[in-house]
């Protein structure tokens, strides 16, 4: 019709610094491949949970320092929007790594009673 124009939908994709830490979120058969050292040990299964916990702590610690390091030595964008958002970071940093020295403390306590190589054992497995 004369005077009508059809709209056609957008087809871009952006993805913003979170969405984009999203999508290189391993997918569970991933994650079950990357953990199988773990699930192939003779430890009991509540000391395999904490040692996967572990390593999923350790992995999205190293990606928020990095993102934190990226944005402050970032000069783009609006300067108080980066300085809040890297105040955010600081905080997901320190929230992560109290769960972490929590989680840490709980599989020293349940691997008390364990002998020397497995606790050798169950550090080779929490470093990955």
Do not use: H, W
Not at 113 to 120: L, P
């Amino acid at each position: 019709m004369p005077g009508i124009t059809a709209m056609r939908p957008s087809t871009d994709v952006r993805i913003s610094m979170p969405g984009s830490a999203l999508a290189s979120t391993p997918s569970a058969k991933e994650a079950a491949a990357k953990n199988s050292d773990i699930d192939n040990s003779n430890l009991p299964d509540n000391r395999k949970k904490l040692i996967k916990r572990l390593r999923e702590l350790r992995e999205k610690l190293e990606q928020k320092v990095q993102e934190l390091q990226e944005l402050s030595n970032s000069t783009t964008g609006n300067p108080e929007q980066r300085r809040m958002r890297i105040d955010a970071l600081r905080t997901e940093v320190g929230s992560l790594t109290a769960v972490m020295s929590s989680v840490s403390a709980d599989l020293a306590e349940a691997t008390r009673k364990f002998t020397s190589d497995e606790k050798k054992l169950v550090g080779m497995l929490v470093m990955g």
